[in-house]
């Protein structure tokens, strides 16, 4: 019998936990253009990091919310693989390279950065 309630007792912790554990939403800036191909690639940038569930970018406000399990992947990683596909965030810059590769439309005015 005490072995039943210590069972119970374990399985009911392991799913609080489980609970707590769960996914983390996050919204940070993200530079990029004013048309709909900024939006796709950022989101599909995004979306490409294992451990995002979802990722929306603004076109107006330029901000990118991100949905992820912080125990998979931490929020400076998803913005290191957005900055390597061509996009500048609050911590990490494109470089040249990424930056020269996004179409014309997406290009943003890198000035004064």
Excluded: Q
């Amino acid at each position: 019998m005490k072995t039943k309630v210590l069972s119970l007792a374990a399985l009911f912790m392991m799913g609080v936990f489980t609970v707590f554990a769960g996914d983390k939403t996050e919204t940070f800036k993200v530079n990029g253009g004013d048309c709909e191909d900024c939006k796709t690639h950022i989101e599909k940038t995004a979306k490409e990091v294992e451990g995002i569930t979802s990722a929306e970018w603004n076109v107006e406000t330029k901000l990118l919310t991100v949905v992820f399990n912080e125990e998979a992947v931490a929020l400076k990683d998803i913005e290191m693989a957005i900055a390597k596909g061509g996009n500048d965030t609050p911590n990490f810059k494109a470089p040249d390279e990424a930056f020269d590769k996004l179409p014309e439309c997406c290009k943003y005015d890198r000035a004064g950065e």
